[in-house]
């Protein structure tokens, strides 16, 4: 049988052409069965009279024969199909109506607790350890921020599903004219998807610098509400409110972004060449400290795998047998001289 002679309905729901016709033929007619209804239209009717009364556009004709069918008004069909969709949408509003009303039952003891929590100065400081919760608290104060939001992100190139999330939170709040400063570590500029990203905001007025080493994790709103990471709790973060140490964040990141440099969108070798010396000079820094490899790498945010390649091009470097003697013999002094190896981008 031809497709437009099947029974079978669309994938999107619409009728069938074989369904079309036999309810044209049955809206002139007050009753009929199968066999005259196969007879006039030349195909087999069965699967269209099935598909119309699963559709309630045909009815079994009073009577005892039943396969004798009459047309349903389309309205009516609807009235029936909608019915138990309509007692749905009833039940869930009745549910919603009543889960509103025990919640707001509880504003009054909400209200009275915090307005005594920040009368005592407790609410200042509040640990939110959901990462769900932290995203929604973030998009309340992005939504809510009216002069300027300050960000500090460590840990070199933004991960693509965060970048996606952010992009247009961030664009709607640089289109309504509030500044937005951001610092990365310098690998992250090896990141394309941070650079594409970096290269969308800045045309819209936003400030990109990145720095070697030395960042928190933090967000400053309006100089008001601070977030900061928790260390060792991941999607955890700590909600400042406190306006002595918002304004000691606000200040560390004011330091921290002086001594940073613009972001660019693409980066020149010779860019890459001195990014790279910078960076080898903190890893000699932190060489010295005693440091371990994976320690440092989390904190220039690059891959522990290219630290360790970074580590081993310095020490071949200064002939150092260990990295401890690397991080002493390149300590600053007149004996020492400059390294010089090969740049490797971070990855």
Do not use: N
């Not at 079994?60 to 008004?73: C, E, F, L, N």
């Not at 929590?117 to 009216?146: F, N, P, Q, Y």
């Not at 200040?251 to 860019?271: H, K, M, N, Q």
Request: net charge neutral.
């Amino acid at each position: 049988m031809p497709p437009e002679e099947s029974g079978a309905a669309g994938a999107d729901g619409e009728l069938s052409p074989a369904a079309r016709r036999l309810y044209a033929y049955a809206v002139e007619r007050h009753v009929f069965d199968r066999c005259e209804a196969t007879a006039a239209l030349g195909v087999r009717a069965a699967a269209a009279i099935t598909e119309l009364a699963s559709a309630h556009l045909l009815q079994r004709a009073p009577g005892d024969d039943p396969d004798r069918w009459s047309a349903v008004a389309p309205r009516a069909a609807a009235a029936r199909a909608l019915a138990p969709l309509a007692l749905l949408v009833r039940e869930t509003h009745d549910e919603m109506d009543r889960l509103r009303g025990r919640l707001e039952a509880l504003v009054p003891a909400y209200e009275a607790g915090t307005a005594h929590r920040d009368l005592s100065g407790s609410g200042r400081l509040e640990l939110v350890t959901d990462l769900g919760a932290v995203r929604g608290l973030i998009a309340e104060l992005v939504a809510t921020c009216e002069r300027e939001l300050l960000t500090s992100q460590p840990g070199g190139g933004r991960p693509l599903e965060t970048l996606e999330e952010s992009i247009g939170r961030d664009e709607s709040l640089l289109t309504r004219g509030v500044r937005m400063r951001t610092i990365y570590q310098h690998t992250a500029r090896y990141s394309r998807p941070t650079a594409a990203y970096v290269e969308r905001v800045t045309a819209l007025g936003a400030q990109v610098r990145t720095l070697g080493d030395g960042l928190m994790r933090m967000l400053i709103f309006d100089e008001h509400t601070g977030l900061m990471a928790v260390p060792d709790r991941s999607g955890a973060a700590l909600v400042v409110r406190e306006p002595s140490v918002v304004h000691f964040m606000t200040t560390t990141f004011e330091r921290s972004w002086v001594g940073a440099e613009p972001f660019p969108t693409s980066v020149s070798p010779e860019a890459a060449r001195s990014i790279s010396d910078e960076l080898r000079q903190t890893i000699v820094r932190l060489l010295s400290e005693g440091l371990e490899d994976k320690v440092i790498a989390r904190r220039l945010g690059m891959s522990e795998r290219t630290c360790q390649r970074h580590i081993a091009e310095i020490m071949r470097a200064v002939g150092a047998k260990s990295r401890f003697q690397a991080g002493y013999l390149l300590s600053p002094a007149p004996a020492a001289g400059p390294v010089t190896p090969t740049p490797t981008p971070p990855t």
